[in-house]
């Protein structure tokens, strides 16, 4: 039971245009939302996150959205850049503070010079 | 270096033996979770402590799995009778929760598992 999924394995964006990553998921309870980058070889680090009293958070090239009636979410990368290919993953919790993250299966980003 | 680092990064055993992974934490975290990841998957929750405290365990946890925070610093995942399901990578975590943060978990790079 994938409770928060992320359909899409992986993407190509050109350089200097905008990825856009989404992300849906099932279980209502779900009140806060992360994403997470990584690496090869390296353990996920986290990049942005928004509670479900917002619709938007951004920070720099990173913007989360946050549709909580469709129950899904996006992470926009403007503009994209070589360094943003990684895998990206979206985490879910039952509230702030509470780190049970639920993860996604992720989406491998991939930036074309 | 001061994140979380986690030893062995990959051990290759037989099925049936015992291994133990070890996670030192950044050291003024009072929060270490375990997580377990699968090819193709995103990480699992295991178990995760406060200080010394083990507060929750996943169903995924069987009794062949045991982790302990003896002094509330590292921890230690240990995993008895290895079977082939248990490949994977571990990934500890930690955390400074009640202390205004976001819930935001640091990883270490993981130990990966590889079980004969």
């Known amino acids: 039971d994938q409770q928060v999924k992320q359909n899409s394995p992986s993407l190509s964006v050109q350089e200097g245009r905008i990825s856009i990553l989404n992300c849906d998921y099932t279980?209502?309870?779900?009140?806060?939302f992360l994403w997470y980058k990584k690496y090869p070889a390296e353990g996920p680090t986290f990049l942005i996150s928004?509670?479900?009293?917002?619709d938007k958070n951004e920070d720099g090239r990173f913007t989360v959205f946050l549709n909580k009636s469709a129950k899904h979410l996006s992470l926009h990368i403007v503009p994209s850049r070589p360094g943003d290919s990684a895998v990206y993953f979206c985490?879910?919790?039952?509230?702030?503070?509470?780190?049970?993250?639920?993860f996604g299966t992720g989406t491998r980003l991939t930036i074309i010079p | 270096d001061t994140g979380v680092s986690q030893d062995p990064r990959h051990k290759i055993t037989k099925r049936g033996q015992n291994v133990t992974f070890r996670c030192d934490p950044i050291?003024?975290?009072?929060?270490l979770y375990w997580y377990r990841q699968t090819l193709g998957q995103g990480p699992e929750f295991l178990t995760y402590?406060?200080?010394?405290?083990?507060?929750?365990k996943s169903r995924l946890l069987s009794d062949r799995f045991s982790a302990e925070r003896p002094k509330g610093s590292f921890s230690t995942l240990e995993i008895q009778r290895t079977e082939q399901g248990d490949s994977a990578m571990y990934l500890c975590?930690?955390?400074?929760f009640g202390q205004g943060d976001s819930g935001e978990l640091f990883f270490g790079e993981g130990s990966r598992l590889t079980v004969l």
């Open positions: 985490a879910a919790s039952p509230n702030f503070g509470n780190e049970k993250l639920t």
């Open positions: 050291s003024e975290h009072n929060r």
């Open positions: 975590a930690s955390s400074l």
């Open positions: 402590f406060q200080n010394e405290a083990q507060l929750e």
């Open positions: 928004i509670s479900s009293i917002k």
């Open positions: 279980n209502s309870m779900f009140d806060y």
